[in-house]
Nanobody
Framework: VQLQASGGGLVQAGGSLGLSCAASGRTFSSYAMGWFRQAPGKEREAVAAIRWSTGSTYYADSVKGRFTISRDNTKNTMYPQMNSLKPEDTAVYYC???????????????????WGQGTQVTVSS
């Protein structure tokens, strides 16, 4: 499975940015897709996740109400949407997927087997 993330860039605080994460490779049967970020000097943290079959979504408190994710099953693609961006949202954003069930938490990076290359999002003040 390969994940290709795109859509990052530079945006002013208060602005919006949409990303995409497309999965390809073996017959794709994802259980869940996660969305993570890592800011300079900080650990990778979970932003949101989506259960593929049901579309159920989960959000970290830091982004709840500002970020949303959706998916297109026909395109095997997840669409993170970031609104009301803040400078502290600046990070490299990664998508990840697992074809196995989630055992502990959608926000636990170890649950995910396949990772995209990351895309830079920079929010200027």
């Amino acid at each position: 499975v390969q994940l290709q993330a795109s859509g990052g860039g530079l945006v002013q605080a208060g602005g919006s940015l949409g990303l995409s994460c497309a999965a390809s490779g073996r017959t794709f049967s994802s259980y869940a897709m996660g969305w993570f970020r890592q800011a300079p000097g900080k650990e990778r943290e979970a932003v949101a996740a989506i259960r593929w079959s049901t579309g159920s979504t989960y959000y970290a408190d830091s982004v709840k109400g500002r970020f949303t994710i959706s998916r297109d099953n026909t395109k095997n693609t997840m669409y993170p949407q970031m609104n009301s961006l803040k400078p502290e949202d600046t990070a490299v954003y990664y998508c990840a997927t697992t074809i196995d069930r989630i055992y502990y938490s959608y926000f636990r990076s170890g649950e995910y087997d396949y990772w995209g290359q990351g895309t830079q999002v920079t929010v200027s003040s």
